[in-house]
């Protein structure tokens, strides 16, 4: 028996973790298709067809419901005698690399954005205690080392306001990397005493200035806790929104001090990058292929017609072959064909 599947623009990637065969997480699968993800080469996914598709279509045109390992499992399988008895051949006419925008499903949302209108008047600019925390921020690197090491009094200022903070976050995060001198030193080991098993350092071993200006902060929270009341400045977790030991999030920092909700993101392209040696970096988009995909079934022809006459009164006039595309049934032939 040979069924003939005619396909058009069938999608050859996957944009989930997992796979279709097996029962689905608590959480359902997880989303591999940002721009975060795709950073990573074992998160662009390429999809052939298999026999698992094969029989994942034979399935669907018998009027079969179920996903293909829910029905594997059921007393009733029609297929589990016949399975063996499968075989395939996909022939793409067409294969096309084409770049497609994908929706933000998961919801989430722009690390450097926000939305809503800005409210300067928070306690967290407005206390009298402001001026002394956030002026650690107008520190240079120098100064900084200096306050950390032995609690130098702040005169320098900074203006009060979100937008101006996270700013000056954005400067202090392209001050490179510190050597391992002895004044950084110092100013290292008061920070991993009071911090403990927070990493200063980047891979090459060097100091994040970034990582120091975020601790500094909450040492100088610490320092001024014995002259004010610092609850304010405070979430409800004992830590300040947006800054952690040792990053800045735009988007957290700003859903406190504006009135809208975090911006979401629309979507993104779907395309991965790459270095292959001895080609230098690859650039991998989307696959759509076209084609057709011709099943053999080796059974006997009357058997063939009893299925040809279940998938008829089925009456499934298109599908998806894989991920997306369309897909019909071309042609259907009960002569016995021996599988390959």
């Known amino acids: 028996m040979k069924i003939e599947i005619e396909y058009e623009a069938s999608w050859r990637n996957s944009f989930l973790d997992g796979n279709n065969n097996e029962a689905l997480p608590k959480k359902g699968r997880k989303f591999i298709g940002s721009i975060t993800a795709l950073k990573k080469s074992e998160n662009y996914i390429k999809r052939d067809v298999t026999h698992n598709t094969v ?26 005698e016949i399975e063996p008895l499968v075989s395939f051949n996909d022939k793409i006419k ?22 809503g209108m800005i409210k300067t008047n928070d306690e967290m600019f407005t206390s009298d205690y402001s001026q002394e925390f956030w002026g650690v921020l107008a520190l240079d690197i120098d100064e900084l080392l200096e306050f950390i090491a032995h609690g130098r009094e702040i005169s320098e200022s900074i203006v009060l306001d979100p937008l101006i903070i996270s700013d000056r976050f954005a400067e202090i995060g392209k001050i490179k990397a510190l050597d391992d001198e002895e004044q950084v030193l110092s100013a290292l080991n008061i920070l991993e005493k009071k911090f403990e098993g927070t990493n200063y350092k980047n891979n090459k071993g060097k100091v994040v200035p970034l990582n120091l200006y975020c601790s500094a902060l909450y040492l100088q929270l610490e320092r001024l806790s014995s002259e004010y009341d610092l609850s304010s400045a405070l979430t409800k977790s004992g830590t300040i929104t947006g800054i952690s030991k040792r990053l800045f999030t735009k988007k957290d920092f700003m859903n406190r001090f504006t009135t809208g909700e975090k911006k979401k993101i629309f979507g993104n392209p779907y395309i991965a990058k790459s270095f292959v040696e001895g080609e230098g970096q690859v650039t991998s988009i989307l696959t759509k292929a076209s084609g057709t995909l011709e099943i053999i079934i080796d059974i006997k022809r009357d058997e063939a017609k009893a299925l040809k006459k279940m998938i008829e009164n089925a009456g499934v006039s298109s599908f998806y072959l894989g991920k997306k595309g369309l897909a019909y049934v071309r042609s259907i032939s009960t002569k016995e064909v021996k599988k390959k």
Request: aromatic share 12%; charged share 25%; net charge positive.
């Open 55 to 80: 029989m994942g279509i034979l399935n669907r045109l018998i009027g079969e419901q179920r996903k293909l390992y829910q029905a594997r499992e059921g007393e009733n399988y029609f297929f589990k």
């Open 94 to 115: 067409v294969a096309n690399s084409e770049l497609v925008y994908l929706r933000n499903m998961s919801g989430n949302t722009d690390q450097n954005s926000f939305t």
